[in-house]
């Protein structure tokens, strides 16, 4: 056995602002049994397209060879779509690494992070991990208060990165356009705004905006995708940031020249052409989002409106614990800074009628 340790006090320590941050809670692997529900990450459970699975397998007998350098088919691809210059396009190991490659360029001691409270994970813990001091702004019935964020900084006299996920994680919750808008105009010039739309495919039609329409006016704008959501490919590691090419040359710098795998890569080609499996996906999560939300609104549950994969609910009455007894795994908001509350992912609308009884008879025995 190797020592364990030479003991409290000595030994290589990490800097102050990395020791200060809260470590990320994973959500639950649920039991291997047949019955088991994974709800707890927000994943896709219908799966990938069969054509992405395909192309990843297609690569591999050369992965003897680095993938390619900066990703260049997949941000030609991407930047037909999304009418933007390739050099307007960052590729990350999911969202997740674009918003660690933005933090590390744009922040550090002395500069802020303003973000809503509660805030996901990765903007807190990427901020937090740069140096930066950050303000968490209270949301407004679980909504982003986007005049008090865009005034905290102002009030913070030196540059740094607003964030805004839209829709929200945890909550589900979108913000309106005409009031992003007027966040991107009261912003200081130096800033960075990052408006992450992990779960954009999923918000209605009524309601559903880009911030992409925006970047033209607004330089400091950066705006973040992923294939881990509604294209099925959280376990590939993939995801965006699209910007002007002035913001996104300097992260360029410190992104790992390899950072996506090549079959990552084709798969995230072929899953943009399979939009039939994007359309099913839309739809079938939507379908379960009405019957999940009626039913809870049904049995008098507390949840926020949510336009994403998931929905936030007030615990009462144990029936988180009930569904953990029934080998479903949801996300306790405890972990999201969301005490008192508890995420749960979107299943198949075929499973949605047993989590509704989970739920209904935990509530019944409550009762009773
Ligand atoms: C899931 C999620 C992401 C995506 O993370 P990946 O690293 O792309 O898997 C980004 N932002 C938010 C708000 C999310 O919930």
Same mark, same amino acid.
């Given at each position: 056995?190797?020592?364990?340790?030479?003991?409290?006090?000595?030994?290589?320590?990490?800097?102050?602002?990395?020791?200060?941050?809260?470590?990320?809670?994973?959500?639950?692997?649920?039991?291997?049994?047949?019955?088991?529900?994974?709800?707890?990450?927000?994943?896709?459970?219908?799966?990938?397209?069969?054509?992405?699975?395909?192309?990843?397998?297609?690569?591999?007998?050369?992965?003897?060879?680095?993938?390619?350098?900066?990703?260049?088919?997949?941000?030609?691809?991407?930047?037909?779509?999304?009418?933007?210059?390739?050099?307007?396009?960052?590729?990350?190991?999911?969202?997740?690494?674009?918003?660690?490659?933005?933090?590390?360029?744009?922040?550090?001691?002395?500069? *802020?992070?303003?973000?809503?409270?509660?805030?996901?994970?990765?903007?807190?813990?990427?901020?937090?991990?740069?140096?930066?001091?950050?303000?968490?702004?209270?949301?407004?019935?679980? /909504?982003?208060?986007?005049?008090?964020?865009?005034?905290?900084?102002?009030?913070?006299?030196?540059?740094?990165?607003?964030?805004?996920?839209?829709?929200?994680?945890?909550?589900? +919750?979108?913000?309106?356009?005409?009031?992003?808008?007027?966040?991107?105009?009261?912003?200081?010039?130096?800033?960075?705004?990052?408006?992450?739309?992990?779960?954009?495919?999923?918000?209605?039609?009524?309601?559903?905006?880009?911030?992409?329409?925006?970047?033209?006016?607004?330089?400091?704008?950066? /705006? +973040?995708? +992923?294939?881990?959501?509604?294209?099925?490919?959280?376990?590939?590691?993939?995801?965006?940031?699209?910007?002007?090419?002035?913001?996104?040359?300097? /992260?360029?710098?410190?992104?790992?020249?390899?950072?996506?795998?090549?079959?990552?890569?084709?798969?995230?080609?072929?899953?943009?052409?399979?939009?039939? *499996?994007?359309?099913?996906?839309?739809?079938?999560?939507?379908?379960?989002?009405?019957?999940?939300?009626?039913?809870?609104?049904?049995?008098?549950?507390?949840?926020?409106?949510?336009?994403?994969?998931?929905?936030?609910?007030?615990?009462?009455?144990?029936?988180?614990?009930?569904?953990?007894?029934?080998?479903?795994?949801?996300?306790?908001?405890?972990?999201?800074?969301?005490?008192?509350?508890?995420?749960?992912?979107?299943?198949?609308?075929?499973?949605?009628?047993?989590?509704?009884?989970?739920?209904?008879?935990?509530?019944?025995?409550?009762?009773?």
């Amino acid at each position: 056995m190797r020592a364990a340790g030479a003991g409290e006090g000595s030994g290589p320590k990490p800097r102050a602002a990395v020791a200060a941050i809260d470590p990320y809670v994973p959500g639950a692997v649920p039991p291997a049994v047949e019955r088991a529900l994974k709800l707890a990450s927000n994943e896709n459970p219908f799966g990938p397209s069969p054509l992405a699975v395909a192309a990843a397998r297609a690569v591999l007998e050369g992965v003897n060879r680095y993938p390619e350098a900066g990703a260049p088919t997949l941000r030609a691809k991407l930047a037909a779509r999304l009418r933007v210059a390739p050099d307007q396009i960052l590729v990350g190991a999911g969202s997740d690494e674009t918003l660690h490659l933005l933090a590390n360029a744009y922040l550090e001691p002395g500069r *802020h992070a303003v973000m809503a409270d509660p805030a996901y994970g990765i903007h807190r813990i990427s901020a937090r991990a740069a140096g930066a001091a950050v303000t968490l702004v209270p949301c407004a019935d679980g /909504v982003h208060d986007l005049p008090a964020m865009a005034a905290a900084a102002r009030a913070a006299g030196a540059p740094g990165v607003v964030y805004v996920a839209n829709p929200h994680n945890p909550t589900g +919750t979108v913000v309106a356009a005409d009031g992003l808008a007027a966040l991107l105009d009261g912003m200081p010039p130096d800033w960075l705004v990052v408006v992450d739309e992990a779960y954009v495919e999923f918000v209605e039609p009524a309601q559903r905006f880009t911030a992409l329409d925006l970047l033209d006016r607004h330089p400091g704008l950066v /705006v +973040t995708r +992923t294939f881990s959501k509604a294209y099925g490919l959280a376990g590939m590691r993939v995801g965006y940031a699209v910007a002007s090419s002035e913001v996104l040359e300097p /992260v360029g710098r410190i992104r790992p020249p390899f950072n996506v795998s090549t079959p990552t890569l084709a798969a995230a080609a072929a899953a943009l052409d399979d939009e039939a *499996h994007l359309a099913r996906t839309v739809r079938d999560t939507l379908a379960s989002r009405d019957a999940l939300c009626a039913a809870l609104a049904r049995l008098g549950l507390r949840f926020l409106p949510t336009q994403a994969n998931f929905v936030l609910v007030e615990d009462r009455d144990g029936w988180p614990a009930a569904l953990a007894a029934d080998a479903i795994a949801v996300r306790p908001g405890a972990n999201l800074g969301v005490p008192g509350w508890t995420r749960i992912s979107l299943p198949r609308p075929e499973d949605v009628e047993r989590l509704v009884e989970v739920i209904a008879w935990a509530l019944e025995v409550a009762r009773s």
